[in-house]
Structures are given as structure tokens and as C-alpha cells.
């Protein structure tokens, strides 16, 4: 079996210098792609890209970074085409970027709503409008999204609002696409090492959550990465269309 499977392509992953976005994009590069990140231009997190670069670049292949606001249309078109002159392609893209929140709608700011959606969603066609055509004439490409548990639930507001949203689109974009790009979206349930950020909103979310699973345990990052990693490798050439629950089976519905 191939250790390198994805030598020799270009992924780009949005919201990509911490957390599951920097695990995928190492991932990505231990599976042989080079990889151009992205995140927020906030000073706390230059160096986190930097040491992240480094990690990248360990695996011997190319890395690039630069900064954007996925919620700004223009950006989110500059950040595709500096991808694109920086690399000469791109052949993977993984919409990872994604803010939360869970304020009931009765209350909830405009803009909050706004960027939520525009994060999560909106950015998925501005990627595809920009990138697909660029994948088509090199007759190959991935698309990848994040959804999450938060689809299948009703009391996530906006946030389970945008990532339902998104197997919707993973849908029709699959249609329009083939056949040298697929298209799938991957929903994690409760990552582990997110828990404190979840507890903030919810601080026996995760028990409950854990308890709920048929598996009795939580997934983490890196198993979410290396999902992602897979759906680019021809072992899922003939997947598109489709989300795929990585969540321990606590979202399996019961009545």
C-alpha cells in the first residue's frame, strides 16, 4: 500500500491553524499533499501557523499560509486564487472553517447569524465557483466540508442550521461536478479535545453525549483528519455525495 497516496497534490484547508483544521493539514501532508492553510489574521495565532508550517513542511512537501476572513466573498476569492498562482493548482479542498454558536434565534444579532451561515455555507460555493474549474482541467479533484452532529439535532440554532445546510450542498455540488471531482462531507459528533469549548455553552454535554453513544467514547481529531485524508484517496474514488458520520453512533436516531 501506498504510504504517500496524495504525492504530488495541493490541498487547501480553510480555518486551519489550530485545532481540527491544523490536524487535518498535517495529516494531509503525512499523506504526501502539500498544503496551503488558512485562518483569521489575528496576531495571537501567527506563530501558531508558523510552528504549524514547520510540522507541514517536516513531511517533505510544500506549505503555504495566508490569512482571510472566510465571511468576506472578495476574500474568500482571494484566498482561492492565491492558492492557485502560489501552487500552479489546487486538488483538494477542505472547508473546514466553521464559528459556533448556539444563541436562540428569539434573541440572536443579525451579523452572528450572518457570519455563522456565511462561514459555514456560503464559503462552500465561493470555494467550488473558484476552484472547481481549476480541478476540472486537471481532471481530478476532492471536495471535502464539515458538517457535524449539530445536523441532526434541534436545539444547535444557527450553527445546525448551516451544517445541515451543508449536506445539501455537498448533494447538488456532487451533480454538477462529476465526474472528475467528487464531492462528500464528513459530520463529526463530539470531538474529545473540544469538550471545554462545548462546556462553556453546555457543561454536561459531553457526558450525555458519551453516555448516548453505543460506543461510550468520543472521537478526536485526529480520527476526524484521517477520515478526511481517506476520501482523497483512490480506495474512495467512487464516493461523492455523501456525509459521513464519524460520531461513535450517538447519532444514530431513536425515538
Not at 486551519?16 to 504526501?32: F, I
Not at 499560509?65 to 486564487?81: N, P
Not at 471545554?196 to 481529531?221: N, Q
Amino acid at each position: 500500500m501506498n504510504d504517500k497516496p496524495l504525492q504530488g497534490k495541493i490541498a487547501l484547508v480553510t480555518g486551519s491553524y489550530r485545532n481540527l483544521g491544523a490536524v487535518t493539514a498535517e495529516t494531509l501532508a503525512s499523506y504526501g499533499a502539500s498544503v496551503m492553510i488558512n485562518d483569521l489574521a489575528l496576531p495571537e495565532l501567527s506563530e501558531v501557523a508558523e510552528k504549524l508550517l514547520k510540522k507541514i513542511r517536516s513531511y517533505g512537501v510544500q506549505a503555504a499560509a495566508i490569512s482571510g476572513d472566510m465571511s468576506k466573498s472578495d476574500q474568500v476569492r482571494s484566498l482561492c486564487q492565491t492558492a492557485v498562482k502560489t501552487f500552479g493548482k489546487v486538488d483538494i479542498l477542505v472547508n473546514n472553517a466553521g464559528p459556533f454558536s448556539m444563541d436562540p434565534y428569539i434573541v440572536m444579532k443579525e451579523e452572528v447569524y450572518d457570519r455563522v451561515m456565511d462561514v459555514n455555507l456560503k464559503a462552500i460555493y465561493l470555494t467550488a465557483q473558484e476552484l472547481v474549474p481549476v480541478m476540472k482541467a486537471n481532471g481530478w479533484g476532492r471536495i471535502i466540508s464539515m458538517s457535524a452532529g449539530s445536523a441532526y439535532v434541534r436545539n444547535h440554532s444557527v450553527y445546525g442550521l448551516a451544517k445541515y445546510g451543508v449536506q445539501f450542498i455537498t448533494e447538488e455540488l456532487a451533480l454538477e461536478v462529476g465526474p472528475e471531482v467528487t464531492v462528500n462531507a464528513v459530520a463529526p459528533g463530539q470531538i474529545y479535545e473540544s469538550l471545554p469549548d462545548i462546556a462553556e455553552f453546555d457543561p454536561t454535554f459531553g457526558d450525555r453525549y458519551t453516555a448516548r453513544s453505543p460506543l461510550k467514547t468520543l472521537v478526536t481529531r485526529k480520527e476526524v483528519a484521517t477520515l478526511i485524508a481517506n476520501l482523497c484517496t483512490p480506495a474512495y474514488d467512487h464516493v461523492t455525495g455523501v456525509t459521513i458520520r464519524i460520531d461513535a453512533g450517538a447519532e444514530i436516531w431513536r425515538f
